[in-house]
């Protein structure tokens, strides 16, 4: 289930990305945590006790939203733009 | 050899008239910005335009949020801008700044830091559960992305932004379910002072509540122990009020305390800080005409203590204003003056505003043992005791060394609070007493490719 409801831009053109190897929709506009949490409820898990995380400040200051890719870089998910053909993995510590 | 050009870090609404203002007099600054465009938070743009218009984003502060975004466009071939870039460390009067996918050295000749300000928290179990978001981060979502949090959201906390975020989600549509403010509700007649400094402020705040209250959201006041609780994602919040417990679902929750300033690049710069006793916080020290204690050096805005966007923008023209007269320049003393002067005005509307929304200081000797202080290296409440008792610490850093507390990844930005005031208690001092976390470089993660050979090691 997401975390996030879309109230604007649901019009705007749609972005492809793999969601942990599904196919997923996002729109142009979105940062890589809006696309991720307009689908599910976290983005990773946290490093020491494995819990699920979803990002927190929004504004590039928590660094709890970084997110790893499908090559192994990662990405703070609240200040990356979607683009296509990303593919996130959300079960990771990152 | 012609002197290199000024650095303004930052591009809110102190950055913006800083910019302007040293344009104004000749000179060409370096604006450098970790977002893609101008405005800070507060007049933060959606990534890509829609169908929202400025009234929609802004509400009253639209025309301001227009005019800041307007000035900054004009000065597009007068300034150099890099947008999406940040500075990580300041040395020897140079910035080494991550920009474009690599690190620059960028000298510079004057340097004014308008790096606003996040949210202050304070941990309440479970605050890092997916769902719970900061107020500000609440409002990103809703402005810039067009995404509410949840279906049905609880707004924690205190400060004006509580209210404000709240009535924007109203706005916007979303099933509000409740506020609920620690600050107890005898505090607010303080707002009648403020009614004679700010009445636009205190009356649109006003108005906030009553919408709110008008639409069946429930405001509660004084509340305390705050948990948020739900397994994988949030899904309920529990608050005490006097000896009654209360419990609410929901699946989103705003939370934040006010607003505390973003001032690692101040550190770095060497400036002097001073506790500061109305944000509770260690500040960079400064002056009414917002020089440092650094020659060169200027602070403006949020970043150099909160006082809200009207006054960065005018606390960002007196910097420049510092810098031009430092360097010899027409400095319109006149102007400076009339700016101070309606700063200190702002500056004792900020003193009710405290009054009004105090820091709830109880927090420090009711959190609960397993409460995670530290969302990055996951430290316990009961870690940082043990910490203390064991080690005889009463220095903030040394309990860091010991707890890893503030050596995360965010630096303590959301916990460095916390981790003061717990240990103010149980030392039995005041937190002005504990000293404050030393800033490092990279202030922020940044590619170790990125980094210089011996700042990375
Ligand atoms: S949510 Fe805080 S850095 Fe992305």
């Known amino acids: 289930m997401s975390l996030f409801h879309r109230i604007a831009r649901s019009d705007h053109a749609p972005v492809r990305f793999l969601l942990d190897g599904v196919p997923c929709e996002g729109r142009e506009g979105d940062t890589l945590l809006t696309a991720i949490l307009t689908h599910v409820d976290k983005v990773r898990v946290s490093d020491f006790s494995g819990a699920p995380r979803a990002g927190f400040c929004q504004m590039g200051a928590c660094q709890d939203c970084w997110v790893t890719l499908a090559d192994g870089e990662r990405v703070r998910a609240c200040t990356t733009p979607l683009a296509a053909g990303m593919s996130v993995v959300t079960g990771a510590a990152a | 050899m012609s002197r290199p050009q000024p650095l303004v870090v930052g591009a809110g609404p102190a950055g913006v008239r800083a910019a302007e203002t040293l344009v104004r007099a000749g000179l060409r600054p370096l604006v450098v910005d970790e977002a893609p465009a101008c405005g800070g938070q507060i007049y933060r743009r959606p990534l890509v335009k829609d169908e929202r218009d400025a009234r929609a984003l802004y509400g009253s502060e639209a025309g301001k949020a227009q005019r800041l975004h307007g000035a900054f466009a004009a000065l597009a071939d007068r300034i150099d801008h890099w947008p999406r870039a940040l500075v990580w460390n300041l040395r020897d009067g140079r910035a080494d700044i991550a920009v474009a996918g690599e690190s620059r050295a960028v000298a510079y000749d004057g340097l004014i830091l308008a790096t606003g300000a996040s949210d202050r928290v304070l941990p309440v179990p479970g605050w890092t559960l997916p769902g719970v978001f900061t107020l500000g981060g609440a409002q990103v979502a809703l402005k810039a992305q067009g995404c509410a949090i949840g279906q049905r959201v609880v707004f924690a906390g205190s400060g004006p932004l509580l209210y404000l975020v709240a009535w924007q989600y109203l706005k916007a549509g979303v099933k509000v379910a409740a506020v609920l403010d620690a600050a107890p509700f005898a505090a607010k007649r303080h707002l009648l002072r403020g009614l004679a400094l700010a009445p636009d402020i205190v009356l649109r705040g006003m108005r906030f509540a009553a919408e709110l209250r008008l639409n069946g959201v429930l405001l509660r006041h004084g509340i305390c122990d705050l948990a948020l609780e739900g397994e994988g994602r949030v899904a309920g919040v529990r608050w005490r009020e006097g000896r009654r417990e209360r419990h609410l679902f929901c699946d989103g929750v705003g939370y934040g305390l006010s607003l505390r300033s973003e001032t690692q690049l101040a550190d770095l710069a060497g400036c002097a800080f001073a506790f500061n006793q109305r944000d509770r916080a260690f500040l960079p020290q400064r002056d009414s005409s917002s020089r440092t204690s650094v020659r060169g050096v200027y602070i403006a805005g949020d970043g150099a203590g909160i006082a809200g966007a009207d006054a960065a923008e005018l606390a960002g023209e007196r910097a420049a204003l510092a810098l031009l007269e430092d360097r010899g320049l027409p400095h319109a003393p006149e102007r400076a003056a009339d700016l101070e002067r309606k700063l200190a005005r702002i500056g004792r509307f900020r003193d009710v505003l405290e009054a009004a929304f105090p820091f709830p200081a109880q927090w420090a000797a009711r ?65 002005e007493a504990v000293g404050r976390l030393r800033s490092q470089p990279p202030v922020k993660p940044v590619p170790l490719t990125l980094m210089p050979r011996e700042a990375a090691e």
Not at chain 2, 383 to 395: I, K, P, Q, T, Y
């Open chain 2, 367 to 431: 959190v609960k043992d397993e409460t995670v202080v530290c969302r990055c290296e996951e430290v316990s409440a009961r870690a940082l005791r043990n910490a203390v008792h064991d080690f005889s610490l009463d220095e903030i850093n040394r309990l860091k060394a010991v707890s890893r507390i503030g050596m995360g990844r965010c630096q303590g930005r959301f916990c460095g609070a916390a981790a003061a005031e717990l240990l103010a208690v149980e030392t039995g001092r005041g937190v």
